[in-house]
């Protein structure tokens, strides 16, 4: 872990053909771990028009791909290669499982001295991933040099939250957060099951190993999973995109779009970190974005730290949407509802809702037909046409050309999907408000009173109570803004004509003022 001098980083780096902008350095960061810093004596200025300033350059054959580890393990004779089931076809692993297995393997603490070998000396990559960050590690080591100093563990950043307790991933029920790392921690356990016994089984092979050779645990799995998750970057490799983490340049830290002052470029021959057109003054620290697109929860998710919402302008929420029905035929996996804040303008994404709001009475249906091997075809019928095979997006696109173009019933389409919506909503919100981390956090708050009258010493508080609380408040937020533009979009449309006329038409009663609108639920207007 990152406990030496980072300037061995850029040696290694420089050993490795990496190209580094003379003032460039890698130095410890308030954002966790280590970081990229501008050290120049003059601000480095970055022109719109002129060629962007390369910060770091890295060749293509030092990057970690799948098909870099593969070559690399070449040189290993056979140890390494069992362990990534080189040469066993029909047991391939992914591109992801590849990288994964040779981190655990570059970081694990063998005791045999043929494998302490392999894995440290003759291991081109030791020296880097010895500088990868080990959040449990750090916060014991921490924790160790703190009873020390006296200061507090809930100054530590908190770890990811794969790291987490089941009694803390409990405390995020409701959030965007729960389902997405329930079903992470469920793959990641049955993975380790199998990749437990595979490792065993290709170094107890090796002479002189010991159980601590053969034995890996979950906990190594679970910190290799998330160096993986959090440092690797889509790249084109050959006529495809893959998977690679580049070295060096992932160590560079994300901010919000104000003070995002690099980006990567990738060539045929490296990936490079270049400057944006701007300024970069000395001691600045190089920062790029992860992603301008990912929702709060997604970012804490892969990298383990909140971000700042009020500096980034913007705050979002992407919910998994599970209802088991036709989405969950149409998509396979339950599609996610998208719902954007900025400057107080709430907006969303939910296209897929148009496979919900139409009925039989529009002629629509979505059947399956069960085989007897693999998953079922879907049938969408629009109008006697019947759409064999169409899947997830392309349903929605087939299902929108054919009544979006309804004009007496546009509206009445789009209040079906708004009270669709609003259900949902609703739901998440009383999800939100049944969990008891509330309590906690407000027990602590009281705790942290008692503490400052002196009336006695109590436990540290636990920081991802913190983070899970500000999640589930942000959340709240966007969702309370959805639900009063719903609210709103929804008296508007039941005082439209063609929705009045259609509900007439219904025999149903009008619903087109104060009381009877609210009156108006889904199964209704259906
Ligand atoms: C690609 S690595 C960046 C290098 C990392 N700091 C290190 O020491 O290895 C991504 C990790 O850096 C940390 N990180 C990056 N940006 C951050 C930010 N704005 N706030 C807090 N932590 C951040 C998180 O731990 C994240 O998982």
Known sequence: MAQSDPSILLSWAQLQGIEIHKSVQINSTPHAGLGIYYTGSDTLVTLEDAKQSTLISVPRNVILTAENVRTFSLSYGTTLRPLLRIGEDDERVSERATILRFLLFSLHEFVAPKLQKIAKESNCYAAYVDFMPSPLLQRKDDAHS?????????????????????GQISKAAGTSLYSPLSAKLRLLSSEFEQFSSQWREVFEKVDGAGEKDVEISFEEYVRADWLVASRVMELPIGDELGLGIVPLIDFANHSTPFHVNARYEITDDAVKLVSLPGQIAPEDEVLISYGPNKGTSEILFTYGFLIDSEDAGCESVKMRVRDGGVLQLVYGRPPVAEFD???GEVTWDCEFLWLLCMTEEDEFEVS????????????????GRTLSGVRGQAAVEAVKEAYGSDEKMKDVFELRRVLILEKWVSGWMEDLARVEVRESVEADEHIAELEDEGKGSWK??????????????????VYLLVLQALENRKKDLVESVDVLAYLAAQDEKPAAEG?????VETDEIR
Do not use: H, N
Request: aromatic residues 4%.
């Open 368 to 383: 399956v037909a069960q085989k007897v091997e693999g998953p079922p075809d879907v049938d969408i019928s629009i109008r």
């Open 341 to 343: 804040v900025r400057e």
């Open 146 to 166: 703190q009873l020390e100093s006296s200061s507090s563990l809930s100054d530590l950043p908190p770890p990811p939250p794969t790291f987490w307790t089941p």
């Open 460 to 477: 540290e508080k636990d920081p991802v109570d913190g983070i899970i609380e500000t999640l589930r408040q942000r959340e709240e937020r």
């Open 515 to 519: 009381e009877a609108a609210e009156a």
